[in-house]
């Protein structure tokens, strides 16, 4: 089992910053791509960042330059800094990561969610 805390949700002014973590924790051998979601009241959940375990990112166009996703490997955990918030930025954010887990004759690979945490910003 896996399991993916968030925390750092909140309220925040146009402008302003919030810094979300995500921290992974039970039976890990890796963990490969880990990613940031976001899911606004009546849209589809959407991709905000990703990072590969090598520390290559990837950006929504819509939130580059702006919010920046790193991680600690040692931690198993990922971060996401959001700078310059807009109202638009308001929803339920969600954690994502590839894990895997392996014995010399075992092998498990899953796709593994946070609960989500709420990121309101107001005008």
């Known amino acids: 089992q896996v399991q993916l805390v968030e925390s750092g949700g909140g309220l925040v002014q146009a402008g302003g910053s919030l810094r979300l973590s995500c921290a992974a924790s039970g039976v890990i051998s890796r963990i490969n791509d880990m990613g940031w979601y976001r899911q606004a009241p009546g849209k589809q959940r959407e991709l905000v960042a990703a990072?590969?375990?090598?520390?290559?990112?990837n950006y929504a166009d819509s939130v580059k330059g702006r919010f920046t996703i790193s991680r600690d490997n040692a931690k198993n955990t990922v971060y996401l800094q959001m700078n310059s918030l807009k109202p638009e930025d308001t929803a339920v954010y969600y954690c994502?990561?590839?894990?895997?887990?392996?014995?010399?004759?075992?092998?498990?690979?899953?796709?593994?969610w946070g609960q989500g945490t709420q990121v309101t910003v107001s005008s």
């Open positions: 990072i590969t375990s090598g520390g290559s990112t």
């Open positions: 994502n990561a590839d894990c895997t887990y392996y014995t010399t004759t075992y092998f498990r690979r899953g796709d593994y």
